[in-house]
T-cell receptor
Framework: GAVVSQHPSWVICKSGTSVKIECRSLDFQATTMFWYRQFPKQSLMLMATSNEGSKATYEQGVEKDKFLINHASLTLSTLTVTSAHPEDSSFYIC????????????FGPGTRLTVT | AQSVSQHNHHVILSEAASLELGCNYSYGGTVNLFWYVQYPGQHLQLLLKYFSGDPLVKGIKGFEAEFIKSKFSFNLRKPSVQWSDTAEYFCAVLPTDSWGKLQFGAGTQVVVTP
């Protein structure tokens, strides 16, 4: 089956620093990747949609300058949390689809970010 | 606005009991429907999906779900649960005209006691 990986699986950083999270599709090419945020005991909230070779589309209320998304290749998307603050601490999950018309998303294992 | 509602936030039941988790959505157009499961410490996995056709869909691990269009519902069922079914279950809706943008319900934490 389609596998999506994320790196790192968890990260702790100091307030004011930036953190980069990678999302890779291991055995398929992902034309589109999605980034979600999950707070404890809550559902996944879509942050942005990332298409290979183009700018990401952010959901309402998500700061694009704070959450930088790059989808440089068909197998890699990155999320950079810039100038992180404690309120950015969360579980970040990516997903990927193989192509247009593919309605099934394959999810990564998530990255736990803790900002101290 | 579109929404996905899961009726129970927390369910506790004994092994061999039957499980039914409710999911309702509000959207007037055509949708694809999913149930995902998240086992402790693991990533989201697809349990089953409905795109079209037979409204009763069967998924992995003995789960099934029924799409009732008139009720905007997609309830998940399993006749006899096991301890290993302890997990968080998410209903998700994908309007076919909002390509890729899954809307998740709040999730239901299911705890199965031995």
């Amino acid at each position: 089956g389609a596998v999506v990986s994320q790196h790192p699986s968890w990260v702790i950083c100091k307030s004011g620093t930036s953190v980069k999270i990678e999302c890779r599709s291991l055995d398929f090419q992902a034309t589109t990747m999605f980034w979600y945020r999950q707070f404890p005991k809550q559902s996944l909230m879509l942050m942005a949609t990332s298409n290979e070779g183009s700018k990401a589309t952010y959901e309402q209320g998500v700061e694009k300058d704070k959450f930088l998304i790059n989808h440089a290749s068909l197998t890699l998307s990155t999320l950079t949390v810039t100038s992180a603050h404690p309120e950015d601490s969360s579980f970040y999950i990516c997903s990927a689809i193989a192509g247009p018309g593919d309605y099934e998303q394959y999810f990564g294992p998530g990255t736990r970010l803790t900002v101290t | 606005a579109q929404s996905v509602s899961q009726h129970n936030h927390h369910v506790i039941l004994s092994e061999a009991a039957s499980l039914e988790l409710g999911c309702n959505y509000s959207y007037g157009g055509t949708v694809n429907l999913f149930w995902y499961v998240q086992y402790p410490g693991q990533h989201l996995q697809l349990l089953l999906k409905y795109f079209s056709g037979d409204p009763l869909v069967k998924g992995i691990k003995g789960f099934e779900a029924e799409f009732i269009k008139s009720k905007f519902s997609f309830n998940l069922r399993k006749p006899s649960v096991q301890w290993s079914d302890t997990a968080e279950y998410f209903c998700a809706v994908l309007p076919t005209d909002s390509w890729g943008k899954l809307q998740f319900g709040a999730g239901t934490q299911v705890v199965v006691t031995p």
